[in-house]
Every structure is written in C-alpha cells, then in structure tokens.
C-alpha cells in the first residue's frame, strides 16, 4: 500500500496479464456478523483484509466473539449464538458503512432483549452519513437508540441497559430510497427476534441498489434463514429463524473491485505478448449485483468473456461508446463508467444515482469535479451526472485529483492515465484504497506498460559518505518508487556466485564458458531495494554485501564484460511504473541520461568523514576520525581523477551541498525540486 500523500502515476499506454481480486467486501462484512451471531463456529475463506473488516473484527471480539486463525488461511469465528456475553462496549466503525448499519441494528435488538447499552461512532464523515431512516425503524420496534450528537446521524447510544419488549406485531416499515444498508442491516438482524412470529419490513418508497439485497437474503439462506420476498416491497422472516453456521464459506472476489480492471481491458490496448486483462475470482454467475457492470461495459463496446470464477476482457469498439444508462443496479462500480465516459465518442448520463450523495464523500459532486479537473464538461443533477469528454488530446489537462478519503474516487481515477495526451495523473491519499483493496496500485502496476522513457527517473551521485544512499532511500519512500542502489549490484554478483558455488578467482574467470555463465547469474539476479535494506532473493543481505570478501569479489567480477552487460541490462529494468529513484555512479550519465531530474550530493570532507565515525562508533566499530579524513581525501582523488567513469555531476545535474543540512532538510530539497517539474504542481 503505498502510505504517502500522493502518488504520482505516469502515462500508461498498455495492459496485460492476470488479477487476482479480494474478497467482496459487501459479502466479507455480511459473512462475519452472520457467523458471529450463528450456533457453530464458521470458517470463513478468501475474507477481505481491509480497514471495514478490521474494524467488524475488532467490535465482534469486543463483544466477545472469539475468532481463530485457520491452517488453511481461513478465519474461524465462533459464534454467539445470539447470545450478549458482554453488555456494554464502545465500538469504534471508521468510515464502515458495512459495519454501522448492521451492528447498529443487531445491537439494538439485542441490548433491548437482554439489557445491554452500546454506544456506536466513526470517522467525522460517518457523523455526516443518515442513518435516521434505521434508527425510525428500530424505535418502532421499541428499541432505546440516541443519537449523541445530532439527530438522524451517528454517534449513537443503543439501549439503556434494561429489558425491554420489543413490538413485532405490525410491519416494521423503512425506506428503500436512500440506503439499501439500512434493510439489510434490519434483514440482518429480525432473525435474532423471530422465534415465536412471522416478522415483517415493508419498504416504503423505491428500493434501490436491490443487488445488495440479494446479497443479504442469499447469504441469510447460507446461514439457514429463507425469507420470503414479495415484489422487493414487502419481506418476512418466517416464525422459528434461528442462525445456523454453514461450517465454512468463501468469500467471492470483489465485483465492484473488478470494475476497475474490466474498464481497464476496455480501453487500453493489450500489451503485446498478452491477451488483455483476465480476471480472477469472479464470474458471471456471481452474487454481487455488481458483476453486472459487465453488460455496461460492453454497451460501451469492451469484449467480455465469462467462465466460473473468471472474465477475460479486451479493447473491443475504439473509442468506447457514449451510453445513457440507469446504474441503480450498480451504484458503486458505477463510478467507474464515469471515467470510462472520458473515453467516449459522446455524452455520458449515468442515472438514478442519488444513492451516491451519501456514501464515503458526496461522490456526484466528487466525480464531478475531479472529471473536470481532466478537462471534460460535466453536468450534475440530484441523481444523474453527465459527462462529456474533453473534445480531443490536446483538451485533456494533467491533474491532481483530490480524493475525499473515498477509496472508490481514488482507484477510478488512476484509469485517467491512459489519457491520450499522455500525460501523467497524481491520485492524493493513495493510501485510502485500504478500505476494500489495500494493494490496488501495486496490482494495477502489474498489469499496466508503457514505454521506459514515460516512467521518471531521479539520479542522486555523489562522492563517498555523501549521504546518497539515505538520500536516495528517503525520496524513493516518500515518491513510492522503486530504488537502485547501484553501488552494491557487483557485491550481489559475488554474493550470489559463492551462495551458486561459482568461483570468482581470477583465473577461473579468464575461461569464457566459466564468465558467461556468471554473466547468466548476473542477468537472473532477484534483487530488490527496500529503503536501506538490500534484499537478495528474498532475504537481507545488507551486512553481508559490505562485507571486505564481498568487496573483493565485486572487483574482480566487474572486469567481465558478461557480468557488466548484465547489470546494465538489469539496471535498465529497475525503470517500472511509477518510478525510479536511482543511486551511484553513472546513473545519470550513461545509464539514465534522461532522467528528468539528476542531483549531485556534496558535503565536505571533514563533514563527510565527520559522519562516517559516528556511523561506525554508532555499530561498535572503532574508528580515528583523522584516518578517515585522510581516506575520504585520497578516494575522492582516485574517483575524480580515473580515466572509466570519473566521479563528475552530470551536466544538467543541480548540485546540494548538504554540509549543514540533515536528512529531512536534504529529503525536501529533492522533493522540492522535483514537485517543480511536475505538471500538475499548481493543481
């Protein structure tokens, strides 16, 4: 996940390859309240890992369910069997819309049967969403609820810690038009009172967003409750309903997750070698009301093909399609036709929408504006919005989009990156993707291409004890680019040809078969740059690389002209999407001399040598302070005076003289720079 205020992503122009989604985390929540409230325990598989189901997970074990992790990966909840072990608990929901309205409405229910009080908050946002039309229908019920703050809105106070009876004799009605939540949270939790009567919920109004309620009363059946349905206007839970566990269940993938990868083999290209986007861990004969963005996306022209638990998707009409559509059925993958409209030949409408003014942001008015910010003309009405593209390449703009801790906002619009004009998108608050998928960049990124001079590139040289590597490591942390760290890749050479049981003696490396089959090593290298960690096929190796053996090994590899294409090769690899902060000698005159930004570290050399005996002293190793200036000075003699790659800054290099600066003053100066050259930096 990348946890940084905002990331940067490049123009992509490609995409290919396989996505394996998360679990739904409209089914993931649903599943855990039902299992915590059956008989039985439930092991529950491929559950979503996100901020909705944590925070489930941390109220159910705060009223005292007890869950267990499987061998298998599966979770194990015990349930309570409908049962209140504890009867008074602070619950804290963030912005959980899957947990408030369903707790909201079990916790009433039964603190009014046995005595408990519960109060009930989240995020200042969950304080704006309504919930009036639930808490309405549950003091129908008889149910003590208390808004705290304002009324119709959390935080809440469920029951006063007395018995009360609850009124099951008349339907208990609700509004259908402006949350589905709220009847699913009552379908949810009736069952826990329905063992002596029929109880009834009338719908008053339109339902909307009836998918979800199919969700709910499929996985009510799972969980042995068969309510009867009648025209979505009137449902029953039969006299007797009692929770059973199923004994285990699987969580599908996230159908509305999967809208951002179906629209994305919709309007990219197939990178060569691949056949488009192939999704994995839904299919067309899901539950989720959401697979059928499907039919939307081919009404605007994808190709879409469908097996048991898995789509292929390909770029089919070009551009895609303008369509009018009424998108009740799909509010929240909704969201993602309005940025494919970006992409029409025409004028969008996405209708019957209002649902969409109070989810995680107002996100009629969110789409609005940041599809404006593209260069696209929108119109916006109670429950429809209009869009219409920008009028050719030249009319999109390169923006930064704001985001609104809305985790669907966020993953839409990484899609505007495969604009026309090939301009790059910034997506703020990367991180709020953690509500439903906390690692969608990264697998956006896997399945995305474009051509290496599109992905930017910082060099940061320097002579020794400098600070580049901290440097270097800092930037790449707070841009989410990957890292090079040059200077070691010799030293993986060796490493990894005494772990082969490969000689790296010189006279074993004057046979040709002996270097080429160490150059072969060099090319496979598995290597990756975590901050100031150097992991070598998975494993750090960080000490062991700086090691005096290691150090001679690299010198005597780095004369094999196989071992040196190699590690030019692999360098030249290290350039993926989003970036590249790469450090050492070369990088921004032979390996990368396009990098649109190269930064030459200077420092003196008593400073220099001022650092590196404290960072010695700082490990236990005994260091003389005049030694090692004496060192650095004649090194720094050696470097700038050889004749093969001298230290010198490149040409357009700035140069920093970090003498009086620390690190974070270092880090920022960088950054600064660098937000200079971005396009959207007055966004």
Request: net charge negative; aromatic share 6%; glycine share 8%.
């Amino acid at each position: 996940m990348f946890a940084i205020p905002h990331l940067d992503i490049p123009p992509l122009t490609s995409a290919g390859g396989t996505v394996r989604l998360p679990g739904s985390k409209s089914i993931s929540n649903r599943v855990l309240l039902l299992a915590a409230l059956s008989t039985g325990h439930t092991d529950i598989a491929d559950l979503l890992d996100s901020d909705d189901t944590r925070v489930m997970l941390a109220a159910l074990s705060q009223l005292g369910c007890r869950t267990e992790p499987q061998s298998d990966g599966a979770l194990r909840i015990h349930g309570l069997g409908g049962a209140l072990p504890v009867r008074q608990a602070q619950l804290f929901l963030g912005n959980a819309g899957t947990a408030m309205r369903p707790l909201t409405a079990s916790l009433a229910l039964l603190a009014a049967r046995h005595g408990g009080e519960f109060e009930l908050s989240g995020v200042a946002r969950m304080h704006e969403r309504p919930i009036g039309d639930l808490v309405d229908a549950l003091r129908q019920l008889g149910c003590p609820v208390t808004c705290l703050a304002n009324e119709g809105y959390p935080p809440l106070k469920l029951g006063d810690g007395q018995t009360r009876a609850l009124q099951l004799d008349h339907a208990i009605r609700v509004r259908g038009d402006v949350s589905s939540q709220f009847l699913t949270a009552l379908l949810l939790a009736l069952p826990l009172v329905a063992q002596d009567r029929d109880v009834v919920i009338e719908v008053v109004g339109e339902l909307i967003s009836r998918p979800y309620i199919e969700i709910t009363l499929n996985l009510l059946a799972r969980f042995g409750v068969l309510v009867r349905n009648d025209h979505w206007q009137r449902f029953t839970i039969p006299a007797g309903s009692n929770y059973r566990s199923p004994g285990s269940i699987s969580v599908e993938g996230d159908a509305s997750s999967a809208s951002y990868f179906i629209a994305l083999g919709a309007l990219a290209p197939a990178t060569p070698g691949t056949d488009g986007i192939t999704i994995e861990g839904v299919g067309l004969a899901s539950i989720q009301g959401d697979i059928r963005f499907v039919e939307a996306a081919r009404l605007m022209g994808a190709q879409i093909f469908g097996e048991n638990n898995r789509l292929h998707i390909r770029r089919g009409v070009w551009p895609l399609k303008a369509i009018d559509l009424d998108c009740n059925h799909i509010p929240d993958a909704a969201m993602t036709l309005a940025v494919m409209a970006l992409y029409a030949d025409g004028p969008s409408t996405l209708r019957n929408v209002a649902s969409w003014r109070v989810k995680e942001t107002d996100r009629i008015a969110a789409m609005a504006n940041e599809c404006r910010k593209l260069g696209a003309t929108v119109e916006e009405g109670a429950d429809f919005i209009r869009i219409t593209p920008p009028v050719d390449a030249q009319a999109w703009r390169a923006a930064s989009i704001h985001t609104y801790d809305d985790h669907r906002v966020a993953m839409c619009f990484s899609l505007a990156a495969f604009n026309p004009a090939g301009l790059p998108v910034r997506i703020e608050d990367p991180k709020c993707v953690a509500k439903t998928f906390p690692d969608y960049f990264e697998t956006l990124f896997d399945v995305c291409a474009t051509p290496p001079a599109n992905i930017p590139v910082i060099c940061i040289d320097g002579p020794t004890a400098s600070g580049k590597g901290t440097l270097s490591a800092e930037v790449a942390t707070h841009l989410g680019y990957h890292l090079l760290d040059s200077g070691v890749l010799y030293r993986l050479v060796g490493l990894a040809a005494e772990k082969a049981g490969l000689s790296t003696q010189e006279d074993d490396l004057k046979d040709s078969a002996h270097a080429q089959r160490l150059g072969e090593l060099a090319a496979g290298l598995q290597v990756r740059f975590v901050g100031l960690k150097t992991l070598l096929d998975g494993q750090d190796v960080s000490d062991t690389v700086r090691s005096e053996a290691a150090g001679m090994a690299a010198s005597r590899v780095s004369a094999v002209p196989a071992v040196r294409q190699a590690l030019l090769d692999l360098q030249h690899a290290f350039r993926q999407v989003p970036g590249l902060v790469a450090d050492g000698r070369d990088m921004g005159t032979v390996i990368f001399p396009d990098a649109p930004l190269k930064v030459f570290l200077t420092a003196s050399a008593e400073q220099r040598a001022q650092r590196r005996h404290k960072q010695l002293i700082s490990k236990g190793i005994t260091a003389n302070i005049d030694s090692l200036l004496a060192d650095l000075r004649a090194r720094d003699l050696r470097d700038s005076s050889r004749m093969h790659a001298p230290l010198k800054p490149a040409e357009d290099a700035l140069q920093l003289d970090n003498s009086g600066m620390d690190i974070e003053q270092s880090v920022q100066q960088v950054l600064s720079w660098w937000q200079g050259k971005a396009p959207f930096s007055n966004s």
